[in-house]
């Protein structure tokens, strides 16, 4: 009789139990709007998070304000500071009273949320919004003035392109682009041009084909204060002896004729 060896195997399962250690909920604060209220002041308006989420015992909130007026002044102030604990979050807005008269407002807001005997927090540093007082009248708020770019000068084999800078906007320019995606021709930049408002760079496109429509991609990069570059990014179609139109791609916000409106960067 054959004996035959059995062998059993038994298979080990090996778990291995990862604890993960949770903490509360920490949030910051948003800057929701700055208003214009009349020629002279500003409200500045922020939220908290909801209290079912939040569980920050201590936040911080910071306020600066950057004057401009034009380019022959300008003034910082000293920081608006508030102290919330996680029962007293009643002030919800700031209103500021300036001595000129429409003048531009850069408003930085930042935070810092903590949460005690656990050594976490949360900062949020300069949330910008470039605003502006309204008329000496107050019967208008314009807002910021805006870059126009248009394109002028239309012929059968030509046109230019032309960037229109507001003399009063307190940004700084830095450099400006106008180029071809049919046939990555890049513009001639002819000479600067200005007049009490506005500064005007003009770039020109020759030898082209009559009736034919053109891709131009402009872009312009600009600062404010020492913040860091930014790029605006605007697409025109222009058809050779004909009518030329306009969309947008980027992160400003745009109005009809190509115009910028400059808001919030960050």
């Given amino acids: ?31 929701t709007s700055v208003i214009p209220i009349n020629s002279t002041a500003l409200t500045v308006n922020w939220l ?3 209290p079912s989420i939040d569980r920050s015992d201590l936040i911080r909130i910071y306020i600066v304000f950057n004057e401009f007026y034009y380019t022959y002044y300008n003034r ?13 979050k009643t002030v919800r807005s700031l209103t500021k009273n300036f001595e000129l008269v429409n003048a531009y407002y850069y408003v930085c807001f930042s935070s810092n949320s903590t949460i005690k005997n656990i050594s976490r927090y949360l900062a949020i540093v300069n949330n910008c919004i470039l605003t502006r007082t309204c008329l000496r009248s107050n019967t208008a708020c314009p807002g910021p003035s805006s870059v126009i770019i248009l394109s002028t000068n239309i012929s059968s084999n030509s046109f230019i392109i032309s960037f229109i ?22 513009g001639t930049a002819l000479s600067l041009t200005q ?31 020492n913040s860091t570059t930014k790029t605006n990014t605007t697409i025109l179609t222009v058809t050779t002896s004909g009518s030329s139109k306009l969309f947008y791609t ?17």
């Avoid at 007049?195 to 084909?209: A, D, E, H, P, V």
Wanted: glycine fraction near 2%.
């Fill in 76 to 88: 910082t102030y000293a920081s608006t500071n508030y102290t919330f604990t996680s029962i007293n």
């Fill in 250 to 266: 980027g992160d400003l916000s745009f109005v009809s004729f190509s115009v910028v409106l400059f808001f919030v960067f960050f």
């Fill in 48 to 50: 908290f998070a909801d």
């Fill in 165 to 186: 800078w507001p003399k009063d906007l307190p940004y700084s320019s830095n450099s400006f682009t106008a180029q071809l995606t049919n046939n990555n021709q890049t």
């Fill in 195 to 225: 007049n009490t408002r506005y500064t005007i760079r003009r770039y020109q496109f020759t030898s082209l084909k009559s009736g034919t429509t053109y891709t131009v991609n402009t872009s312009f990069t600009y600062t404010i204060l």
């Fill in 1 to 31: 009789m054959d004996n035959y060896w059995c062998s059993s195997y038994i298979l080990l399962s090996i778990v291995t139990l990862c604890h993960c250690q949770t903490y509360p909920h920490i949030t910051e604060p948003k800057l």
